[in-house]
């Protein structure tokens, strides 16, 4: 059965949301308004190498979240890697749907739009494009879009941004937990660590103040490295508020997610809002245990008294199936 694209919604020049897509009352953005006055942190990666460690720490283990600047990723690269995605969203709906995935048959990758599970849970007001960057042995080329031509070199230049950025931050995270460098890689896999791209786009909603584009969640990776467009609707959850997290031009947002919040640091739980008369567009990218790695405490962090462990020893495929199924870790 064909699926109803939430691009071709938009499109028809609704004027009323569907009632799939309205969220209950105590989910609404209208009734949830973020906080006023509090900015999210903001680490440049050009300071001193002890004041970042230290900076990390403090937003890794109160918020979860921070925006890196000076991270030498070119802005340049990132200008390109938005405009192919924005042409691929442009292209001809057939076009589209040749990269259609499809979930219940395990095809993950691909062009999607998220669907429910029973007839009493709520839409997200999104579609987008999903598919692994790293490691080679993993990518499926076969599912990358072939328009716009220059796609895969321009995405093949920013994963290798990306990789030497996640080495650096997970060097980081360890000296901050008071590890040697390389413990967080090695203990998340080392070389076998998968990068996930995800492009989501949020199409103008003719009731913004009704809908949300991606409910309130952790992630299930270790890092999420998010750039987004100039259109703001991501917020953080901090003290009891939502916090709305400002665009800043050619930073990249870091999600600290659910395997890294054993140790001393949490994961951040955030949401996604639509806008009335633009697209919102993001392009988050996984940085995620292959499904073999054993994900739990370790022995240097873990004491019974101060800090006991939170979960228990487990594969990375068995702790995303519990997360999937909202099961206890």
Known sequence: MKKERVQILSHRGLKELPPQFVRPAHEQPENTKAIEGVAVPVISLSQPHE???NEIF????????FLITDHGVPSSLIQRLQEVGQEFFALP???????????????????????????DEKLEWIDYFFHVLSPSPRVNYEIWPRNPPSYREVTEK????????????????????????????SHLGGEE??????????????????????????DMSALTILVPNDVPGLEVWKDGNWVSVQYL???????????????????????????????RLSWAVFIAPPHQALIGPLAELVDDEKNPAKFSTKTFAEYRYRKFNKLPQ
Request: glycine share 6%; aromatic share 8%; net charge neutral.
């Open 93 to 119: 709906q057939e076009d589209k749907e040749a990269y259609a995935n499809d979930p219940p048959n395990g095809k993950f990758e691909g062009y999607g739009t998220k669907m429910t599970k029973t007839h």
């Open 249 to 279: 031009p050619n930073a990249l947002f870091v999600h600290v997610g659910r395997p890294l919040q054993q140790w001393k640091i949490r994961s951040v739980l955030h949401r996604s809002l639509v806008n009335k008369d633009r697209m």
């Open 158 to 185: 920013y994963k290798e941004e990306i990789l030497r950025l996640t080495d650096k931050l997970l060097k980081l995270l360890s000296e901050a937990l008071g590890l040697e460098e390389k413990v967080l890689k």
């Open 51 to 53: 004041v970042v460690v």
């Open 193 to 218: 660590i998968e990068l996930e791209m995800k492009i989501n786009m949020y199409p103008p909603c003719p009731q913004p103040q009704l809908a949300l584009g991606v409910e309130p969640h952790t």
């Open 58 to 65: 403090g937003a890794s283990s109160e918020w979860g979240f």
